[in-house]
């Protein structure tokens, strides 16, 4: 990457939450994300990948740097190799697609990752 562009674009800093999403039928499938606002992304979610029983197991408490934090997680879940595509259709959507955010761990893994890192 050029290092003129990085000077240009800083990365931007954000205040939020990291939570980890679980589905009732898997929950051995986990996914990690960061928001301002979990429900509000919960809901987006549960449209988006058509999972009515999605639901927060976890939410850490509110972080200052919140998308280097979630990137810590995935890169550590990433490292032990527990990701697993996920396709999906999205509903305004007519191909599928592949999320590689969702991680085959049990969710008390993930939450205790967040809780760690979180301090």
């Known amino acids: 990457m050029d ?13 939020g939450y990291v939570y980890v999403l679980c589905q009732d039928r898997k929950p051995d499938y986990v996914k990690v994300g960061c928001s301002k606002d979990p429900d509000a992304r ?3 979610l549960k449209q988006e990948f058509s ?8 939410t850490s408490k ?7 934090l979630e ?6 879940l990433i490292k032990d190799n527990q990701r ?6 999205p509903p305004n959507g007519k191909e599928k697609k592949t999320c590689y955010e ?14 760690i890192w979180a301090k």
Request: with cysteine; hydrophobic share 40%; glycine share 0%.
């Open 42 to 44: 919960l809901e987006q």
């Open 102 to 115: 969702w991680f085959s761990v049990h969710y008390l893994y993930a939450a205790s990752l967040i809780d």
């Open 71 to 76: 990137a810590l997680i995935h890169t550590i």
């Open 62 to 68: 509110k972080v200052a740097d919140v998308r280097s």
């Open 84 to 89: 697993v595509p996920f396709e999906y259709i």
């Open 51 to 58: 999972m009515p029983k999605l639901k927060i197991k976890h």
């Open 3 to 15: 290092l003129d562009k990085r000077k240009r674009n800083p990365k931007k800093i954000e205040c």
